[in-house]
């Protein structure tokens, strides 16, 4: 994978633009360490952060291609997982290749068939192409939004990049959080609305939409979505469709150069990657295929089970790991290796995130970063196939608003009087979730069980599986590891959005539907396992260290947190050790500690980034 990062400025000031250009890219070093590049000239400047994974020297970047008396320039971020048909088609209509780089087939596809090229993509992308005569940007997202890409319109121009850091870099945009800004920090933390960037002036290209800029106008449209259509096949054809779906999405993304391997938790979603992976591999020769699980120093001795982690995993991944004879490592994180990468996450995010959440995560990735390049993970598949008990537990699925965010009476508590007085939080959250609402795909006459479903596999995928996405993305670009997710498919998004809900939740089980389709590829014990989310620490060290960071936070009196919270509720939260609040501030993982953290992170994030509110 890769950063990108562009500048397109009208009448151009006397402003030495490579080296702002420069500054904005170095920014995004850790998503690109192999190669940085530039093409500078007349009002564009665009900048490449690359992270070689197929073709190192056929797919460099900026790349460059000339037809018809025009240059096109790309800078691309992402992988095909179809390119050798589209090859195959260009070069049916004439087209000729100097690479096996899927960058080329980017260019060369925007070369043919102009915006409506990413109709024909399968995989994840953020890229840009300027038409240098014609002085025309064109930046597109991938369908489900993998991979990120924001932008900032100018007074004379476009400003745009892989991570907001590389936005904020340019001297004409400052780090100001308008009112709007602090109710997503304070009402929707750590998700945010589609295409909100936080600060004022940035944005975020949503996921399948595709942009245009030309003579100073910028125009956005969407180019994909889910469809609501009747759902005719048979449960039987749904099982092998399923199961067809996956394989081939599973199989596309083996492609690469360097070295590959698997996250495997033992769930159902990584150990079924993992189980098709190895497969493929054992055909091809290619040795056994290389596994990764992370786990806490002494979680066997302070684990607690709840409704959300009824037990460890270690039994599961063990199965896997000797039914498919792969090479597994199993990586122990220590309560330190946490607690040193939160403020880490948090400027890899540019926003508070979820913690040890993401901390861990991004431990995890640096440790797997040092085996493979290239690393396939089971996110998206609990979003596509109800996965989470907000499908099907009544209490969750009668909650206004958001499913898991059912901490808007806390948050509130925390908020200072002043900023309750200012601000509605539950109403802006309702704004956002009604917006969702009225978006979502329906078919005329459905009933409203119907209704109701597709309401929630909407909502999962536009906000949830985002948040989890975005999650993903920065932590392991982080690491510089490049990391796919099969279940993001396109191809089994789009099936699985019009699968009933009795036929998705067969045998009254989570993803039911999804474990028959997995039937033979995973042992029975692992398949039909009760869904256990990513592990957390249990370690009482971790509590200490977190309440020992927000005890600084609370001695500090300029400590920026306290311009949003209350600084005695915090100390009361604090003094507890989190206890006091035990509702998840978000999702099912972030109680007590993780609470802590987050606060700590938000902190974190209005001293670093020197965020101004008005």
Not at 175 to 183: A, D, L, R, Y
Request: aromatic residues 10%; contains cysteine.
């Amino acid at each position: 994978m890769c950063g990108i990062v562009g500048w397109i400025q009208q009448n151009p000031e006397k402003r030495n633009k490579e080296e702002i250009l420069d500054q904005m890219a170095v920014t995004l070093r850790h998503r690109g360490p192999d190669d940085y590049q530039k093409w500078v000239e007349g009002p564009a400047a665009l900048g490449h952060q690359r992270l070689i994974v197929v073709d190192p020297s056929g797919g460099k970047q900026p790349m460059v291609r000339r037809t018809n008396h025009e240059h096109y320039i790309l800078c691309y971020n992402g992988e095909l997982y179809n390119t050798d048909e589209i090859r195959t088609t260009l070069r049916s209509k004439g087209w000729n290749f100097s690479s096996h780089s899927d960058t080329e087939v980017v260019l060369v596809s925007y070369m043919e068939w102009g915006e409506d090229c990413v109709n024909h993509f399968n995989g994840i992308f953020a890229f840009s192409i300027w038409e240098k005569k014609k002085e025309r940007l064109f930046i597109a997202r991938d369908r489900l939004g993998v991979k990120p890409l924001f932008y900032s319109p100018q007074s004379n121009g476009l400003l745009y990049a892989s991570e907001m850091k590389a936005i904020l870099a340019h001297p004409d945009v400052e780090p100001v959080v308008t009112s709007e800004g602090i109710q997503e920090i304070l009402a929707l933390g750590p998700s945010r609305t589609p295409g909100h960037g936080i600060f004022r002036g940035v944005h975020e290209l949503r996921a399948g939409h595709r942009a245009t800029w030309e003579k100073g106008k910028l125009s956005i449209e969407r180019y994909w979505n889910v469809e609501s259509k009747p759902h005719q096949d048979s449960f039987e054809q749904t099982v092998e469709k399923v199961r067809e779906l996956f394989i081939d999405a599973s199989e596309r993304q083996l492609v690469s150069d360097v070295r590959l391997g698997t996250f495997l938790s033992g769930g159902v979603d990584s150990s079924a990657i993992t189980a098709v992976a190895a497969e493929q591999y054992k055909r091809e020769g290619e040795g056994p295929l290389q596994t990764f699980s992370i786990d806490y120093k002494d979680q066997e001795k302070y684990f607690k089970k709840n409704a959300f982690q009824p037990d460890r995993d270690e039994t599961y991944i063990n199965m896997v790991r000797d039914q498919h004879k792969t090479e597994h490592t199993v990586m122990e994180a220590d309560t330190s290796d946490l607690v040193t990468r939160l403020k880490r996450a948090v400027e890899l995010r540019d926003l508070p995130g979820m913690a040890d959440v993401d901390s861990s995560l991004l431990w995890f990735c640096e440790n797997i970063k040092s085996y493979v390049t290239v690393a396939l993970s089971g996110e998206c598949a609990d979003e596509i196939f109800g996965g989470y008990p907000w499908f099907y537990r009544k209490e969750d699925q009668e909650r206004k608003g958001f499913p898991w965010i059912r901490s808007l009476d806390e948050r509130k508590s925390l908020i200072r009087d002043e900023w309750n007085e200012k601000i509605d939080i539950e109403a802006y959250m309702l704004k956002r979730y009604q917006e969702t609402i009225d978006e979502t795909p329906l078919l005329d006459g459905e009933t409203e069980a119907a209704k109701k479903h597709k309401h929630m596999s909407y909502l999962n995928m536009n906000w949830f599986m985002q948040t989890l996405l975005e999650r993903k993305d920065r932590m392991s670009m982080g690491a510089s590891l490049e990391v796919r997710v099969p279940f993001s498919d396109h191809r089994i998004v789009e099936y699985a959005y019009n699968i009933p809900w009795d036929m998705k939740h067969f045998g009254d089980q989570e993803k039911g539907l999804l474990r028959q389709a997995l039937k033979g590829v995973l042992p029975d014990e692992v398949l039909f396992r009760k869904k256990n989310p990513y592990p957390k620490t249990f370690h009482p060290d971790y509590t200490k260290a977190v309440c020992s960071w927000m005890e600084e936070i609370l001695t500090d009196q300029k400590a920026p947190l306290f311009e949003l919270f209350d600084r005695e509720r915090i100390r009361e939260l604090n003094e507890s050790k989190g206890n006091s609040i035990d509702t998840p501030w978000f999702g099912q993982l972030m109680t007590g500690p993780q609470l802590i953290a987050h606060l700590c992170q938000i902190n974190h994030w209005l001293e670093t980034y020197k965020v101004r509110f008005v």
